[in-house]
Every structure is written in C-alpha cells, then in structure tokens.
C-alpha cells in the first residue's frame, strides 16, 4: 500500500474528499432551510387557493428587538395588505395592472412593505428622523440653499405646495425630508425625489397636484417607518403612473 493509505482502495485523501463531500450537502440543506424561513407559505400565482409551503420548513427561531419585544420566523403573519390589481392577460405569469389609484394601491414601483409602524429608534431608543423645528442643534449650512419658503413644483411645473421645514436625521447628520406645506396639511417629500434651486423645490417623479394624495403621518412631529414605507412607494409609483404616457413603452 501507498503511503496515507488505510486499505488498498482507501487513503486519507479519499477520506477527506468524502467528508467535504458530507459537510457540503449539510451546509445546502441548511442554506435552503434558512431561506424558507420568511415568505412561506407563498401563494399560488395561478390564482387558485393553494399554498406553496416548500420544504424544508426550519423550526421557529426567536428574535430579541434592540428597543423590546420579540419576533419570531417562520410565523403565521398575514399581510393586511389587498391586492389592488389584476393580471393583464390570462396566461400565468402576466403583468399586474392597478385597478384604483396606481401610486396607492402598492404595486410595481409603488409597492411597500408591511414594517413596523413605528419611528426607527436610534441607540438610546429616541426617534432618529425629527423635525428641525424641534432642535436647537442643526441647522441649514450657510454655503447650501435654504429651502424652507422655497415653492415645489411638479413635473408639469405646477405648484404643490410650499416647504415648511426639513426632517434630520440625528444618527446621521443628514437631511432625509422636505415638509410641504399643501394647503391643507403637510406632506412629507423624500429628499432624494427632490431637486433644490435657488428659487424652486422641482419633484420629477409626481405632479403638482398630486401632492395632495401624499400619504400623511399620524402625528405632526414622528414618522413612523411604515409610513415612510408608504411615502417612499407613493413618489416611487408616480414615475411610472403620474400620467398615461410614462406607462407606454419607449418605442
């Protein structure tokens, strides 16, 4: 026998081999259990009342939240959430199709996710997003334009409202939020969905006088992170569904 040979048909590499070969069935078997712990059981895309459970399911595992309570996955959670669409075609698989208001009804760029609603807390517990009304601490640098005053215009370069205040985030030091005043309340307007002039707030994404079906916040001074959710998907939807033409194709 060859040297690290145990038998004439085993040696030690052929050993080690299957070995790798034991422990890499193991790590798949587990990579694809773990993967089934959120999202099962899935609904059938064919519309019938059958659920895909896949397999293999993982025994449930508890979660300690950094701010209180526990969650646990894989759980029995249903998302309140209604689909407020309709496939376009028959076949499976077709394109949905909103059936009311497009930048509402959660779907394709305009669909949000059921988080909590409540404020994302810093470390000591504190809301991470407020208002710069409420601190004395920031401010709006000199060397950058103040758009507090400033008129927010639409794509159609209609007016929306006016911004009122900026909403910070501490942990950052970062600006997150414009609040538009429009009118009849205030609005909260994504900064990144925002382009600030020196004589105008111009939003591409919506137009101005969809500003009014921004979804609101419970409370004046505290978003929560299901509303940003929602906020968020209302501009996302609107630069597919603002207007009739964005949903026709290119050429």
Known sequence: MGTGAITAYIDVAQLVLYLFWI???????????ENHREGYPM???NGRDNKITGWPIPAPKTFKLAHGGERSFPNDFVSPQKLMAEPSHRYIGAP???????????VGPGAWADREDVPDLDVDGVPKLIPLRTSSVYGVSSKDTDPRGLPVLGADGQSG????????????SIFRYLEVDIGTRTVLLP???????????????ILGHQFADVPATKQRDVVTILEEEKISAYYGGGFLYAEPSRVEPLL
């Open 43 to 45: 609904e059938s895309s």
């Open 23 to 33: 422990f890499f069935a193991g790590l798949i078997y587990y990579l694809v259990r």
């Open 161 to 172: 409202g006016k911004v009122v205040d900026l909403w910070l985030d501490h942990s950052e």
């Open 191 to 205: 900064i990144p969905f925002a382009r600030i002039g020196r004589h105008a707030v111009r939003v591409g994404a």
């Open 96 to 106: 949905l199709v909103p059936t009311g208001n497009p930048m509402l009804d959660g």
